[in-house]
């Protein structure tokens, strides 16, 4: 029936799909691999500064009183009004786009890890600090490893959606990247090649976020050793 035959310019076949990843292979792992270092390093950046950051919240109250509602409002911004002032700011090479993916993981990671160190069990604080065990100690040995769990959690979030703040950096204008490809391929109505650019994106995000997994689980085993006991 004329209703199903779309126009491959709109919807084309899955079989036409998977051609074009065969097909274009190289050109599709090169720009890959660009999306994935944006990705990781903005990811880095990110959960460098977030975990200490909230570390200095935690610690010095004013500080968290201070900055809280603007790391609240950060979030306010819509990513497409930040992308053009720091593609205009830094340029079209790798910087744009890292600070991007940093900008959208770096929510999740402070505020996890805040409400993991303020959610370490209170009796066994008092009882360091009856001990004499200085302020690193009581952070080091009781606080931080309570929230770990909180900042892998936050971390598997950030790493998911860190191919947003890559791929919306690569459209606004960048040289190389699946989010370059899309929009050449888009504009040559090659819209099988951008279909290919999506499973890319969405096979490296789930392989992230599965790694992510793995080493939430090696980093703490006793969580899944409770889950398997009940």
Known sequence: MQIYQVPHYILP???????TLVQKRASL???TLVTLQEMLLGF??????????AVL????????????????????????AIAPLLVLWLGYGIMSKV??????????????TLDGLKAADADTVSL???MRASRWQVLWKVQFPSALPFILSGAK????????GAVIGEW??????????MLDANSQLQVSLVFAAIICLTVMGLTLFGLMTLIERWLTPWRHLDNQNF
């Open 57 to 80: 919240m935690f610690e010095i109250p004013v500080l968290e009183r201070a900055l809280y509602p603007y790391v609240i409002g950060s979030q306010t911004v819509p990513v497409f």
């Open 99 to 112: 600070l991007m993916a940093a900008i959208i993981v770096f929510f999740p990671i402070v505020l996890n």
């Open 157 to 164: 979030i950030g790493i998911s959606i860190s191919t947003i």
């Open 172 to 181: 606004v204008g960048a040289k190389a990247g699946l989010g370059r490809l």
């Open 29 to 31: 792992g090169h720009h």
């Open 44 to 53: 880095g950046l990110a959960t460098t500064v977030g975990i200490t950051l």
């Open 13 to 19: 076949a899955p079989s036409a799909i998977v051609v």
């Open 128 to 130: 360091l600090r009856v």
